[in-house]
């Protein structure tokens, strides 16, 4: 049996943060949704649909993956943006045949016999649309899907107590093997793990009461920095002096968090290492926050949110949203968000203005004035930014980041 993890035509809900990613590969807790389809179940390497302008850097970052080929053999197809439970878990492991296992009009996994994987996949494009499957006999589910960004960011705090029952089997060594310094205080350390080479220093604080942490392999946790659980620092993260992380944060691999954050998500290689306000929000990788930038997550009026996306406004039902920011984007010092914001990728913002709750992807500027930011410009400026992490940008990154400029004018079209 194959397994094949492909994006639905949802996945428009999600931009800017996965203009450069499948949605699939999003981090929510302490690992992506598709490492948590891994885990579940017991699968050691899927094949990827995506996007066509994503497939040749998802080749080229996963060797020996197959992306966007189909071979005529019996394969579940499961939707990127199902976060999994024991329930769906049981239902996909004890099929038998042909299914399709749906909530309403959405397709959550199908199996289907190699017979009619061509029948299915023929004139497959950038997505998946569920009229493919609707030949299939079918069976309703309880299970949904993450529908919006915020959908991750609220359900944080419950992935990372889930997915750090899997984190530990999957190390099978000691729960404490990085190095904490004599003055630093691990509360609850039951529920702590900290990899190996990790460093926690004196006079920080990982208060784990109310939550696991989890503070991955060469992590370092600076002097002072106080940690609330559940949260996941990932691995070679530094988190600054005096930092505040609080409950229901998850930082990818390769950041650097300082100042106030809560309720976030990172993903890797981002910069938010200052002080500043970062509450309920999702940052793209490649980011950096300039010296006390804040990002507002709730209306002085307690009302619900309401953003931007897609041109179309829409009512997240939620009185917590912050900043939903794309890969490549900086902001300068003192820097300013309103609740619910979406900044798209490759943008450049500074000055001490109220930017708009929209801001489309290559844009540069201040308050209500932007301008394009030249896509050669920004080219360069990542493949300086990247290289100092040793990341090479790639041919095929890079026809990627010009494929998403073309395309970030559509964006700003709408």
Known sequence: MRYCIFEDTHYSNFLPLDYFRPVYQLRCGIT???????????????SFQSRDYLSQYLIESNPGTAVNSYPAEDTWFINGRLIPDEAIIREIKSAKGEILLHNGNEVIAAQVNGANINRTTKGWEDSVDPAYFDFLPQKSVSTELVRYPWNLVHRNAEEIER?????????????????????????????????????????????????????????VIMPN?????????????????????????SIGQYCKAGGEIEAAIIQSYSNKQHEGFLGHAYLGSWVNLGADTNGSDLKNNYSSIK???????????LQF?????????????????????????????????????????????????????????????AKIVMARRNIALTESYEKMFMHIHALSKKEKNT
Request: glycine residues 12%; charged residues 20%; proline residues 4%.
């Open 163 to 219: 997915d750090y029952v899997f984190f530990e089997k999957a190390r099978k060594g000691k729960q404490i093997s990085g190095k904490v310094y004599p003055g630093a205080h691990l509360i609850n350390k039951k529920n702590i793990f900290l990899g190996k080479k990790s460093i926690v220093k004196p006079g920080a604080v990982l208060d784990a009461e109310k939550g696991v942490i989890v503070i991955d392999e060469g992590a």
């Open 321 to 381: 949203v912050g900043l939903m920011m794309g890969d490549h984007s900086k902001t300068g010092i003192n820097v300013m968000f309103d609740t619910g914001t979406i900044v798209g990728v490759a943008c450049n913002i500074y000055g001490a203005g109220l930017p708009p709750k929209s801001i489309p992807s290559f844009s540069w500027g201040t308050g209500n004035s932007f301008v394009e930011y030249d896509p050669v410009k920004s080219l360069e400026t």
């Open 307 to 317: 953003v931007t996306l897609n041109g179309a406004q829409v009512d997240t039902c």
């Open 225 to 249: 920095a106080v940690i609330e659980g559940p949260a996941y620092i990932g691995k070679n993260s530094i988190v600054k002096i005096g930092a505040k992380i609080y409950h229901g944060t």
């Open 32 to 46: 992506t949704l598709e490492e948590k389809l891994r885990h579940h179940l017991h699968i050691k390497s899927f």
